[in-house]
Protein backbone atom coordinates (compact mmCIF):
# COMPACT_ATOMS: atom_id res chain seq x y z
CA UNK A 1 0.00 0.00 0.00
CA UNK A 2 1.64 3.16 -1.08
CA UNK A 3 2.09 6.22 1.75
CA UNK A 4 -0.88 8.47 0.79
CA UNK A 5 -2.98 5.50 0.44
CA UNK A 6 -2.41 4.18 4.01
CA UNK A 7 -2.57 7.83 5.40
CA UNK A 8 -5.88 8.82 3.89
CA UNK A 9 -7.49 5.59 5.07
CA UNK A 10 -5.92 6.13 8.38
CA UNK A 11 -8.03 9.63 8.45
CA UNK A 12 -10.91 8.37 6.62
CA UNK A 13 -11.24 5.63 9.68
CA UNK A 14 -10.73 8.48 11.98
CA UNK A 15 -13.40 10.45 10.45
CA UNK A 16 -16.11 7.82 10.33
CA UNK A 17 -15.29 7.11 13.78
CA UNK A 18 -13.91 3.67 13.34
CA UNK A 19 -11.11 3.85 15.70
CA UNK A 20 -10.36 0.84 15.71
CA UNK A 21 -9.99 0.27 11.49
CA UNK A 22 -7.89 3.40 11.56
CA UNK A 23 -4.88 1.59 14.28
CA UNK A 24 -5.07 -1.76 12.55
CA UNK A 25 -4.80 -0.11 8.95
CA UNK A 26 -1.69 2.32 10.30
CA UNK A 27 -0.14 -0.92 11.89
CA UNK A 28 -0.10 -3.18 8.40
CA UNK A 29 0.75 -0.11 6.59
CA UNK A 30 3.74 0.39 9.53
CA UNK A 31 4.98 -3.27 9.32
CA UNK A 32 4.92 -3.01 5.54
CA UNK A 33 8.15 -0.30 5.90
CA UNK A 34 5.68 3.36 5.68
CA UNK A 35 7.91 6.14 6.63
CA UNK A 36 5.36 9.08 6.74
CA UNK A 37 5.25 11.03 10.12
CA UNK A 38 1.50 11.72 9.72
CA UNK A 39 0.41 8.09 9.65
CA UNK A 40 2.33 7.64 12.56
CA UNK A 41 0.69 10.74 14.56
CA UNK A 42 -2.74 9.53 12.51
CA UNK A 43 -2.07 6.26 14.61
CA UNK A 44 -1.10 7.65 18.17
CA UNK A 45 -4.50 9.80 17.70
CA UNK A 46 -6.22 6.96 17.10
CA UNK A 47 -4.73 5.36 20.73
CA UNK A 48 -5.47 8.53 22.22
CA UNK A 49 -9.41 9.00 21.58
CA UNK A 50 -9.63 4.94 22.35
CA UNK A 51 -8.21 5.82 25.78
CA UNK A 52 -5.24 3.70 25.19
CA UNK A 53 -3.14 6.51 26.65
CA UNK A 54 0.24 4.53 27.90
CA UNK A 55 0.86 2.98 24.57
CA UNK A 56 0.14 6.16 22.89
CA UNK A 57 2.46 7.99 24.47
CA UNK A 58 5.23 5.37 24.38
CA UNK A 59 4.78 5.79 20.49
CA UNK A 60 4.90 9.58 21.03
CA UNK A 61 8.08 9.45 22.31
CA UNK A 62 9.34 6.71 20.12
CA UNK A 63 8.15 8.25 16.59
CA UNK A 64 9.64 11.60 17.23
CA UNK A 65 6.41 13.47 17.77
CA UNK A 66 7.70 15.17 20.61
CA UNK A 67 9.86 16.97 18.04
CA UNK A 68 7.56 17.44 15.29
CA UNK A 69 7.22 20.83 13.29
CA UNK A 70 3.84 20.16 13.61
CA UNK A 71 1.82 21.67 16.43
CA UNK A 72 -1.11 19.23 15.82
CA UNK A 73 1.45 16.20 16.24
CA UNK A 74 3.27 17.99 19.66
CA UNK A 75 -0.26 18.43 21.10
CA UNK A 76 -0.58 14.46 21.40
CA UNK A 77 1.36 14.59 24.79
CA UNK A 78 -1.13 17.15 26.21
CA UNK A 79 -4.05 15.57 24.68
CA UNK A 80 -3.02 12.03 26.80
CA UNK A 81 -2.60 14.19 30.01
CA UNK A 82 -5.99 15.44 29.30
CA UNK A 83 -8.01 12.63 28.75
CA UNK A 84 -6.20 10.81 32.35
CA UNK A 85 -6.96 14.25 33.94
CA UNK A 86 -10.39 13.87 32.61
CA UNK A 87 -10.69 10.34 33.78
CA UNK A 88 -9.25 11.15 37.59
CA UNK A 89 -12.24 11.07 39.66
CA UNK A 90 -10.83 12.46 43.41
CA UNK A 91 -11.84 16.25 42.97
CA UNK A 92 -8.27 17.95 43.91
CA UNK A 93 -6.39 15.15 42.04
CA UNK A 94 -8.73 15.69 39.05
CA UNK A 95 -8.48 19.85 39.02
CA UNK A 96 -4.64 19.50 39.52
CA UNK A 97 -4.44 17.13 36.37
CA UNK A 98 -6.38 19.17 34.29
CA UNK A 99 -4.03 22.14 35.38
CA UNK A 100 -1.39 20.64 34.62
CA UNK A 101 -2.87 19.59 31.32
CA UNK A 102 -3.49 23.48 30.23
CA UNK A 103 0.09 23.96 31.37
CA UNK A 104 1.29 21.45 28.39
CA UNK A 105 -0.91 22.82 26.00
CA UNK A 106 -0.89 26.60 26.56
CA UNK A 107 3.02 26.01 25.85
CA UNK A 108 2.32 24.67 22.94
CA UNK A 109 -0.18 27.44 22.01
CA UNK A 110 2.49 30.21 22.78
CA UNK A 111 5.23 28.26 20.51
CA UNK A 112 2.97 27.96 17.56
CA UNK A 113 0.50 30.31 17.82
CA UNK A 114 -2.10 27.83 16.55
CA UNK A 115 -5.67 27.49 17.72
CA UNK A 116 -6.02 23.84 18.25
CA UNK A 117 -3.45 23.79 21.32
CA UNK A 118 -5.03 27.29 22.28
CA UNK A 119 -8.50 26.65 22.13
CA UNK A 120 -7.99 23.27 24.66
CA UNK A 121 -5.33 25.30 26.43
CA UNK A 122 -8.59 27.65 27.31
CA UNK A 123 -10.92 24.40 27.81
CA UNK A 124 -8.63 23.11 30.54
CA UNK A 125 -8.11 26.17 32.22
CA UNK A 126 -11.89 26.73 32.42
CA UNK A 127 -12.39 23.11 33.52
CA UNK A 128 -9.63 23.45 36.05
CA UNK A 129 -10.60 26.67 37.97
CA UNK A 130 -8.58 29.23 36.27
CA UNK A 131 -11.48 31.47 34.56
CA UNK A 132 -9.51 34.38 34.44
CA UNK A 133 -6.59 32.87 31.83
CA UNK A 134 -9.00 31.17 30.51
CA UNK A 135 -10.54 34.18 29.33
CA UNK A 136 -7.38 35.60 28.26
CA UNK A 137 -6.64 32.60 26.17
CA UNK A 138 -10.16 33.10 23.95
CA UNK A 139 -9.53 36.85 23.60
CA UNK A 140 -6.50 35.30 21.96
CA UNK A 141 -7.92 33.05 19.68
CA UNK A 142 -10.56 35.08 18.79
CA UNK A 143 -8.04 37.24 17.18
CA UNK A 144 -6.74 34.57 15.31
CA UNK A 145 -7.70 35.46 11.67
CA UNK A 146 -8.38 31.51 10.87
CA UNK A 147 -11.16 31.93 14.13
CA UNK A 148 -12.32 35.07 12.82
CA UNK A 149 -13.15 34.21 9.73
CA UNK A 150 -13.45 30.18 9.91
CA UNK A 151 -13.91 28.21 6.43
CA UNK A 152 -14.10 24.44 8.04
CA UNK A 153 -15.55 22.45 10.57
CA UNK A 154 -12.69 23.02 13.56
CA UNK A 155 -12.47 26.44 12.98
CA UNK A 156 -16.25 27.13 13.41
CA UNK A 157 -15.93 24.67 16.02
CA UNK A 158 -13.14 26.32 18.02
CA UNK A 159 -14.77 29.57 17.94
CA UNK A 160 -17.67 28.42 19.07
CA UNK A 161 -15.97 26.56 21.99
CA UNK A 162 -14.38 30.30 22.83
CA UNK A 163 -17.77 31.75 23.28
CA UNK A 164 -19.04 29.18 25.18
CA UNK A 165 -15.72 29.69 27.69
CA UNK A 166 -16.79 33.44 27.07
CA UNK A 167 -20.53 33.27 28.41
CA UNK A 168 -21.68 33.82 24.70
CA UNK A 169 -23.94 31.58 24.36
CA UNK A 170 -26.15 33.06 22.11
CA UNK A 171 -22.88 33.34 19.62
CA UNK A 172 -21.73 29.67 20.41
CA UNK A 173 -25.13 28.16 19.61
CA UNK A 174 -25.39 29.90 15.82
CA UNK A 175 -21.43 29.19 15.20
CA UNK A 176 -22.31 25.36 16.09
CA UNK A 177 -25.42 25.67 13.70
CA UNK A 178 -22.76 26.41 10.78
CA UNK A 179 -20.04 24.56 12.40
CA UNK A 180 -22.48 21.19 11.75
CA UNK A 181 -23.31 22.21 8.33
CA UNK A 182 -19.86 22.08 6.85
CA UNK A 183 -19.19 19.73 4.31
CA UNK A 184 -16.20 18.53 6.50
CA UNK A 185 -18.10 17.85 9.76
CA UNK A 186 -17.64 14.33 9.56
CA UNK A 187 -18.29 11.70 12.61
CA UNK A 188 -15.05 11.98 14.02
CA UNK A 189 -14.78 15.77 14.14
CA UNK A 190 -17.94 16.04 15.59
CA UNK A 191 -17.31 13.43 18.13
CA UNK A 192 -14.80 14.65 19.33
CA UNK A 193 -16.00 18.39 19.34
CA UNK A 194 -19.26 17.06 21.38
CA UNK A 195 -17.30 15.15 24.14
CA UNK A 196 -15.38 18.39 25.33
CA UNK A 197 -18.15 21.21 24.30
CA UNK A 198 -20.57 19.03 26.49
CA UNK A 199 -18.15 19.13 29.58
CA UNK A 200 -17.54 22.86 28.81
CA UNK A 201 -21.58 23.83 29.26
CA UNK A 202 -21.49 21.79 32.24
CA UNK A 203 -18.69 24.03 33.95
CA UNK A 204 -20.50 27.22 32.02
CA UNK A 205 -23.88 26.25 34.49
CA UNK A 206 -25.70 24.97 31.61
CA UNK A 207 -28.26 22.48 32.25
CA UNK A 208 -28.36 19.13 30.21
CA UNK A 209 -31.49 20.52 28.46
CA UNK A 210 -29.75 23.53 27.33
CA UNK A 211 -26.39 21.96 26.75
CA UNK A 212 -28.75 19.08 24.29
CA UNK A 213 -29.94 22.25 22.35
CA UNK A 214 -26.55 24.12 21.56
CA UNK A 215 -24.84 20.93 20.87
CA UNK A 216 -27.57 19.28 18.23
CA UNK A 217 -26.37 20.56 15.37
CA UNK A 218 -22.67 18.66 15.86
CA UNK A 219 -24.16 15.37 17.96
CA UNK A 220 -22.34 12.36 15.98
CA UNK A 221 -24.26 9.62 14.43
CA UNK A 222 -26.18 7.63 16.47
CA UNK A 223 -25.15 3.85 16.97
CA UNK A 224 -27.84 1.16 17.29
CA UNK A 225 -28.22 -2.46 18.01
CA UNK A 226 -31.30 -3.79 15.80
CA UNK A 227 -33.22 -7.30 16.24
CA UNK A 228 -36.90 -8.43 15.15
CA UNK A 229 -38.74 -11.56 13.51
CA UNK A 230 -38.28 -13.21 11.30
CA UNK A 231 -40.74 -13.42 8.25
CA UNK A 232 -41.65 -13.92 4.70
CA UNK A 233 -41.83 -11.47 2.07
CA UNK A 234 -44.88 -9.52 1.56
CA UNK A 235 -45.07 -6.32 -0.37
CA UNK A 236 -46.99 -4.56 2.22
CA UNK A 237 -46.24 -5.52 5.18
CA UNK A 238 -42.34 -4.69 4.28
CA UNK A 239 -43.43 -1.41 2.93
CA UNK A 240 -44.94 -0.38 6.06
CA UNK A 241 -42.17 -1.20 8.19
CA UNK A 242 -39.77 -0.05 6.24
CA UNK A 243 -41.33 3.40 6.61
CA UNK A 244 -41.08 3.48 10.28
CA UNK A 245 -37.70 2.16 9.97
CA UNK A 246 -36.76 4.79 7.58
CA UNK A 247 -38.95 7.00 9.99
CA UNK A 248 -36.53 6.37 13.10
CA UNK A 249 -32.84 6.38 11.45
CA UNK A 250 -33.45 9.50 9.90
CA UNK A 251 -35.25 11.78 12.99
CA UNK A 252 -31.94 9.96 15.11
CA UNK A 253 -29.42 10.41 12.60
CA UNK A 254 -28.21 6.79 12.84
CA UNK A 255 -25.10 6.21 11.27
CA UNK A 256 -23.87 2.52 12.47
CA UNK A 257 -25.82 -0.77 12.95
CA UNK A 258 -24.97 -3.62 14.93
CA UNK A 259 -26.60 -7.07 14.47
CA UNK A 260 -27.63 -10.26 12.77
CA UNK A 261 -28.75 -10.89 9.13
CA UNK A 262 -31.53 -13.16 9.98
CA UNK A 263 -34.38 -13.00 7.23
CA UNK A 264 -37.33 -10.44 8.05
CA UNK A 265 -36.66 -7.61 10.13
CA UNK A 266 -32.91 -8.21 10.18
CA UNK A 267 -32.39 -7.52 6.69
CA UNK A 268 -34.88 -5.05 6.43
CA UNK A 269 -33.10 -2.59 9.23
CA UNK A 270 -29.70 -3.55 7.19
CA UNK A 271 -31.25 -2.59 3.98
CA UNK A 272 -32.79 0.95 5.30
CA UNK A 273 -29.20 1.39 7.42
CA UNK A 274 -27.33 1.30 3.69
CA UNK A 275 -29.99 3.00 2.13
CA UNK A 276 -29.11 6.01 4.05
CA UNK A 277 -25.04 5.61 3.61
CA UNK A 278 -24.91 4.22 7.31
CA UNK A 279 -22.35 1.46 8.37
CA UNK A 280 -23.29 -1.91 8.92
CA UNK A 281 -21.38 -4.26 10.93
CA UNK A 282 -23.10 -7.66 11.02
CA UNK A 283 -22.33 -10.56 13.64
CA UNK A 284 -23.58 -13.43 12.69
CA UNK A 285 -23.69 -16.78 15.50
CA UNK A 286 -21.71 -19.48 14.00
CA UNK A 287 -20.68 -20.31 10.14
CA UNK A 288 -22.24 -18.22 7.45
CA UNK A 289 -23.38 -22.08 5.76
CA UNK A 290 -25.47 -23.37 8.83
CA UNK A 291 -27.11 -19.58 9.67
CA UNK A 292 -28.45 -19.61 6.04
CA UNK A 293 -30.37 -22.97 6.91
CA UNK A 294 -31.33 -21.97 9.67
CA UNK A 295 -32.12 -18.21 9.67
CA UNK A 296 -32.51 -17.63 5.93
CA UNK A 297 -34.03 -20.39 4.15
CA UNK A 298 -36.98 -20.80 6.25
CA UNK A 299 -38.30 -17.86 5.44
CA UNK A 300 -37.90 -18.41 1.30
CA UNK A 301 -35.12 -18.25 -0.94
CA UNK A 302 -35.99 -14.91 -2.21
CA UNK A 303 -34.21 -13.66 1.24
CA UNK A 304 -31.18 -15.28 0.50
CA UNK A 305 -30.36 -13.00 -2.11
CA UNK A 306 -31.08 -9.61 0.09
CA UNK A 307 -28.74 -11.34 2.69
CA UNK A 308 -26.00 -11.87 0.12
CA UNK A 309 -26.34 -8.27 -1.28
CA UNK A 310 -26.70 -6.95 2.43
CA UNK A 311 -23.12 -8.94 3.21
CA UNK A 312 -21.18 -7.66 0.15
CA UNK A 313 -21.93 -4.14 1.59
CA UNK A 314 -21.30 -4.36 5.00
CA UNK A 315 -18.25 -2.33 6.68
CA UNK A 316 -17.30 -5.36 8.57
CA UNK A 317 -18.85 -9.22 9.51
CA UNK A 318 -18.01 -11.09 12.17
CA UNK A 319 -18.85 -14.76 14.24
CA UNK A 320 -19.52 -14.59 17.54
CA UNK A 321 -18.33 -18.09 17.19
CA UNK A 322 -16.55 -19.98 14.42
CA UNK A 323 -18.19 -23.63 15.04
CA UNK A 324 -21.45 -25.19 13.49
CA UNK A 325 -24.86 -24.83 14.82
CA UNK A 326 -25.29 -27.77 17.50
CA UNK A 327 -28.71 -27.02 18.20
CA UNK A 328 -27.51 -24.67 21.30
CA UNK A 329 -30.56 -21.30 21.62
CA UNK A 330 -27.93 -20.21 23.37
CA UNK A 331 -25.57 -19.85 20.35
CA UNK A 332 -28.31 -17.05 18.95
CA UNK A 333 -28.42 -15.30 22.03
CA UNK A 334 -24.81 -14.91 22.65
CA UNK A 335 -24.36 -13.31 19.77
CA UNK A 336 -27.03 -10.66 20.31
CA UNK A 337 -25.26 -9.93 23.21
CA UNK A 338 -21.89 -9.63 21.78
CA UNK A 339 -23.27 -7.51 18.85
CA UNK A 340 -25.07 -5.34 21.71
CA UNK A 341 -21.81 -4.56 23.29
CA UNK A 342 -20.08 -3.84 20.09
CA UNK A 343 -21.86 -1.06 19.37
CA UNK A 344 -21.60 -0.10 22.54
CA UNK A 345 -17.82 -0.26 22.35
CA UNK A 346 -18.26 2.01 19.55
CA UNK A 347 -21.43 4.59 20.92
CA UNK A 348 -17.89 4.94 23.89
CA UNK A 349 -15.66 6.27 21.32
CA UNK A 350 -18.52 8.85 20.13
CA UNK A 351 -19.17 9.93 22.99
CA UNK A 352 -23.27 9.54 22.58
CA UNK A 353 -25.05 6.14 24.10
CA UNK A 354 -26.40 3.19 21.60
CA UNK A 355 -29.59 2.36 21.53
CA UNK A 356 -32.01 -0.22 20.14
CA UNK A 357 -33.90 -0.81 17.53
CA UNK A 358 -36.51 -3.76 17.33
CA UNK A 359 -39.07 -4.63 15.48
CA UNK A 360 -41.33 -6.69 18.14
CA UNK A 361 -44.78 -8.03 18.51
CA UNK A 362 -44.53 -7.17 22.32
CA UNK A 363 -44.39 -10.93 23.56
CA UNK A 364 -41.63 -11.90 25.26
CA UNK A 365 -39.62 -14.87 25.01
CA UNK A 366 -39.86 -18.29 26.91
CA UNK A 367 -35.83 -19.00 26.17
CA UNK A 368 -32.57 -17.33 25.76
CA UNK A 369 -32.87 -16.27 22.28
CA UNK A 370 -35.34 -14.33 20.20
CA UNK A 371 -36.72 -10.51 20.09
CA UNK A 372 -38.26 -10.25 23.00
CA UNK A 373 -34.71 -12.01 24.89
CA UNK A 374 -32.84 -9.28 23.26
CA UNK A 375 -35.62 -6.35 24.07
CA UNK A 376 -35.05 -7.98 27.60
CA UNK A 377 -31.54 -8.18 27.96
CA UNK A 378 -30.63 -4.65 26.41
CA UNK A 379 -33.27 -3.29 28.84
CA UNK A 380 -31.67 -4.89 31.81
CA UNK A 381 -28.42 -3.04 30.81
CA UNK A 382 -29.76 0.09 30.95
CA UNK A 383 -30.88 0.69 27.27
CA UNK A 384 -33.14 2.69 25.68
CA UNK A 385 -35.13 0.83 23.34
CA UNK A 386 -37.27 1.69 20.36
CA UNK A 387 -39.76 -1.05 19.28
CA UNK A 388 -41.83 -0.72 15.50
CA UNK A 389 -44.91 -2.93 15.89
CA UNK A 390 -44.66 -6.16 13.68
CA UNK A 391 -48.23 -5.89 12.88
CA UNK A 392 -49.67 -8.38 9.94
CA UNK A 393 -46.44 -10.36 9.12
CA UNK A 394 -46.52 -13.51 7.77
CA UNK A 395 -44.39 -15.22 10.26
CA UNK A 396 -45.38 -18.91 8.67
CA UNK A 397 -41.68 -20.40 8.48
CA UNK A 398 -40.65 -23.50 7.53
CA UNK A 399 -39.19 -26.11 9.11
CA UNK A 400 -34.91 -25.43 8.93
CA UNK A 401 -32.56 -28.32 9.07
CA UNK A 402 -32.02 -29.18 13.01
CA UNK A 403 -28.93 -31.23 13.92
CA UNK A 404 -29.09 -34.03 15.76
CA UNK A 405 -30.88 -33.15 19.78
CA UNK A 406 -27.52 -32.51 21.93
CA UNK A 407 -27.93 -34.70 24.98
CA UNK A 408 -25.29 -32.73 26.94
CA UNK A 409 -25.60 -29.85 28.85
CA UNK A 410 -24.08 -26.44 26.98
CA UNK A 411 -23.29 -23.09 29.40
CA UNK A 412 -22.48 -19.85 27.95
CA UNK A 413 -19.60 -18.28 30.23
CA UNK A 414 -16.64 -16.37 31.01
CA UNK A 415 -13.11 -18.45 30.66
CA UNK A 416 -10.29 -17.62 32.57
CA UNK A 417 -6.35 -19.33 31.97
CA UNK A 418 -3.42 -17.77 33.51
CA UNK A 419 0.57 -18.59 33.42
CA UNK A 420 3.05 -17.49 35.36
CA UNK A 421 6.19 -16.50 33.04
CA UNK A 422 9.47 -18.81 34.28
CA UNK A 423 8.03 -21.46 36.25
CA UNK A 424 9.81 -23.72 34.14
CA UNK A 425 13.10 -22.35 35.38
CA UNK A 426 12.77 -22.22 38.71
CA UNK A 427 14.72 -24.46 41.25
CA UNK A 428 13.48 -27.56 42.77
CA UNK A 429 13.81 -26.00 46.06
CA UNK A 430 11.59 -23.05 45.05
CA UNK A 431 8.77 -25.09 43.90
CA UNK A 432 7.02 -25.41 47.42
CA UNK A 433 7.93 -21.55 48.21
CA UNK A 434 5.73 -20.82 44.95
CA UNK A 435 2.75 -23.31 45.29
CA UNK A 436 2.55 -21.86 49.13
CA UNK A 437 3.30 -18.26 47.83
CA UNK A 438 1.64 -17.67 44.29
CA UNK A 439 -1.19 -20.49 44.08
CA UNK A 440 -1.92 -19.99 47.40
CA UNK A 441 -2.47 -16.59 47.13
CA UNK A 442 -4.79 -17.35 43.93
CA UNK A 443 -6.38 -19.66 46.31
CA UNK A 444 -7.78 -17.27 48.72
CA UNK A 445 -8.82 -15.09 45.76
CA UNK A 446 -10.85 -17.49 44.52
CA UNK A 447 -12.50 -18.43 47.94
CA UNK A 448 -13.79 -15.02 47.96
CA UNK A 449 -16.10 -15.81 44.86
CA UNK A 450 -18.25 -18.67 46.53
CA UNK A 451 -21.26 -19.89 44.21
CA UNK A 452 -19.55 -17.63 41.87
CA UNK A 453 -17.09 -20.16 39.95
CA UNK A 454 -18.75 -23.16 37.77
CA UNK A 455 -15.05 -24.69 37.59
CA UNK A 456 -11.50 -24.95 38.29
CA UNK A 457 -8.79 -26.29 38.08
CA UNK A 458 -4.87 -26.15 38.31
CA UNK A 459 -1.82 -27.85 36.73
CA UNK A 460 2.27 -26.78 36.87
CA UNK A 461 1.61 -22.90 37.36
CA UNK A 462 -1.69 -22.90 35.42
CA UNK A 463 -5.11 -22.20 36.20
CA UNK A 464 -8.33 -22.63 34.82
CA UNK A 465 -11.78 -20.53 36.39
CA UNK A 466 -14.96 -20.32 34.85
CA UNK A 467 -17.45 -18.09 35.40
CA UNK A 468 -20.98 -17.40 34.67
CA UNK A 469 -20.89 -13.65 33.34
CA UNK A 470 -17.86 -11.46 32.41
CA UNK A 471 -18.35 -8.83 34.96
CA UNK A 472 -16.83 -11.48 38.09
CA UNK A 473 -14.37 -12.78 35.40
CA UNK A 474 -13.08 -9.59 34.94
CA UNK A 475 -13.13 -8.85 38.89
CA UNK A 476 -11.45 -12.34 39.85
CA UNK A 477 -8.82 -11.29 37.17
CA UNK A 478 -7.96 -8.02 38.75
CA UNK A 479 -8.02 -9.54 41.79
CA UNK A 480 -5.45 -12.48 41.38
CA UNK A 481 -3.24 -9.59 39.79
CA UNK A 482 -3.69 -7.09 42.43
CA UNK A 483 -2.79 -10.69 45.06
CA UNK A 484 0.50 -10.82 44.03
CA UNK A 485 1.79 -7.55 43.88
CA UNK A 486 3.92 -7.61 46.61
CA UNK A 487 4.67 -11.06 46.82
CA UNK A 488 8.62 -11.42 47.08
CA UNK A 489 9.74 -12.97 43.99
CA UNK A 490 13.26 -13.26 45.12
CA UNK A 491 12.01 -16.11 47.62
CA UNK A 492 12.04 -18.08 44.07
CA UNK A 493 15.46 -16.88 43.07
CA UNK A 494 14.23 -14.62 40.82
CA UNK A 495 15.31 -10.92 40.52
CA UNK A 496 11.82 -9.49 39.55
CA UNK A 497 8.56 -10.68 38.17
CA UNK A 498 6.21 -8.84 35.57
CA UNK A 499 3.55 -10.88 37.45
CA UNK A 500 1.05 -13.50 35.94
CA UNK A 501 -0.18 -13.32 32.01
CA UNK A 502 -4.35 -13.89 32.26
CA UNK A 503 -6.43 -14.45 29.16
CA UNK A 504 -9.97 -14.31 29.17
CA UNK A 505 -12.68 -15.31 26.71
CA UNK A 506 -16.69 -15.51 26.83
CA UNK A 507 -18.69 -17.96 24.88
CA UNK A 508 -20.58 -21.13 24.89
CA UNK A 509 -19.73 -24.59 25.68
CA UNK A 510 -20.15 -28.28 26.96
CA UNK A 511 -20.17 -28.25 30.60
CA UNK A 512 -19.50 -32.14 31.84
CA UNK A 513 -18.13 -33.88 34.65
CA UNK A 514 -14.71 -34.62 33.61
CA UNK A 515 -14.51 -38.33 34.22
CA UNK A 516 -10.71 -38.47 34.91
CA UNK A 517 -11.05 -35.27 37.93
CA UNK A 518 -14.70 -36.22 38.62
CA UNK A 519 -14.62 -32.41 38.17
CA UNK A 520 -17.30 -29.95 36.50
CA UNK A 521 -15.02 -28.64 33.71
CA UNK A 522 -16.01 -27.15 30.01
CA UNK A 523 -15.29 -28.34 27.08
CA UNK A 524 -15.12 -26.61 23.44
CA UNK A 525 -13.92 -24.58 20.62
CA UNK A 526 -14.51 -21.23 22.86
CA UNK A 527 -12.30 -22.85 25.68
CA UNK A 528 -9.70 -23.83 22.98
CA UNK A 529 -10.23 -19.82 21.92
CA UNK A 530 -9.18 -19.22 25.61
CA UNK A 531 -6.39 -20.99 25.65
CA UNK A 532 -4.74 -19.14 22.98
CA UNK A 533 -4.31 -16.18 24.19
CA UNK A 534 -2.89 -16.38 27.08
CA UNK A 535 0.47 -17.71 25.66
CA UNK A 536 0.66 -14.03 23.65
CA UNK A 537 -0.50 -12.05 26.38
CA UNK A 538 2.50 -9.89 28.09
CA UNK A 539 3.27 -10.71 32.16
CA UNK A 540 1.14 -8.47 34.15
CA UNK A 541 -1.13 -8.09 31.91
CA UNK A 542 -5.10 -9.59 31.19
CA UNK A 543 -5.93 -9.64 27.89
CA UNK A 544 -9.07 -10.15 26.39
CA UNK A 545 -11.47 -11.24 23.43
CA UNK A 546 -13.51 -9.10 21.45
CA UNK A 547 -16.65 -11.17 22.28
CA UNK A 548 -15.64 -10.50 26.21
CA UNK A 549 -14.87 -7.07 25.48
CA UNK A 550 -18.35 -6.60 23.92
CA UNK A 551 -20.11 -8.59 27.08
CA UNK A 552 -18.49 -6.49 29.37
CA UNK A 553 -19.26 -3.26 27.89
CA UNK A 554 -22.97 -4.62 27.51
CA UNK A 555 -22.99 -5.45 31.36
CA UNK A 556 -20.50 -3.11 33.17
CA UNK A 557 -19.59 -0.37 31.29
CA UNK A 558 -18.99 2.17 34.11
CA UNK A 559 -16.44 -0.52 36.21
CA UNK A 560 -14.10 -1.47 33.49
CA UNK A 561 -12.35 -0.49 30.58
CA UNK A 562 -11.29 -3.00 27.67
CA UNK A 563 -8.41 -0.77 25.59
CA UNK A 564 -7.68 -2.21 22.02
CA UNK A 565 -4.72 -3.65 21.81
CA UNK A 566 -4.68 -5.29 17.90
CA UNK A 567 -5.13 -7.71 15.88
CA UNK A 568 -2.62 -10.35 17.74
CA UNK A 569 -1.58 -13.53 15.79
CA UNK A 570 -3.08 -16.60 18.75
CA UNK A 571 -0.90 -19.91 19.74
CA UNK A 572 -0.26 -22.75 18.00
CA UNK A 573 -1.68 -21.04 14.19
CA UNK A 574 -4.81 -20.24 16.07
CA UNK A 575 -5.70 -17.45 13.86
CA UNK A 576 -5.10 -13.65 14.26
CA UNK A 577 -7.85 -12.01 16.13
CA UNK A 578 -8.79 -8.71 17.58
CA UNK A 579 -7.39 -8.38 21.69
CA UNK A 580 -8.40 -5.75 24.21
CA UNK A 581 -6.23 -5.11 27.59
CA UNK A 582 -8.65 -5.18 30.49
CA UNK A 583 -8.07 -2.60 33.47
CA UNK A 584 -10.48 -0.97 36.33
CA UNK A 585 -11.75 1.85 35.47
CA UNK A 586 -11.57 3.79 38.55
CA UNK A 587 -7.51 3.04 38.89
CA UNK A 588 -6.60 4.03 35.45
Not at 304 to 312: G, H, N, S
Not at 531 to 548: C, D, K, N, Q, S
Request: net charge negative; with cysteine.
Amino acid sequence: MATNDATALTKAAIDSGNLLLAYDTAVSALSDGDTSIELRHLMVLALARMGNGEQALELFHQYGLDSSPDAHHRAIAARILKDAALATVEEAERKSALQEAYKAYRQIFEDSGDAYPGINAASLAFLGGLAEEAQKIVESILQIPAIGHPGNYYDLATKAEAYLIAGRFEEAAATLSDAGAMKDANAGARASSFKQLKLVGHEAGLDREAIDQLLAPISPPMVIHYCGHMFLEGVEAEARLRAAVDDYLSRNDVGYAYGALASGADILIAEAVLARGGELNVVLPFIQEDFIAQSIVPAGEGWLKRFEACMQQANSVNYATEMHYVGDPDQFGYASKVSMGMARLRAQYLGKPARQLAIWDGVDSSGPAGTGADVAAWKAFGGETHSVDAGDIDRNLSGSQNPDDDLHKRTVAAILFTDFPGFSKLAETALPVFWNGVMGNMATVLEKYPGQILAQNSWGDALLAVTPDAPCAASLALELHSSLRDFDYASLGMAKSGGMRIAIHYGPAYEIRDPITQKTTLYGTEVSRAARIEPVTPPGAVFVTEPFAAVLALEAPDRYRCRYVGKIEFAKGYGTYPIYQLTDRNRN
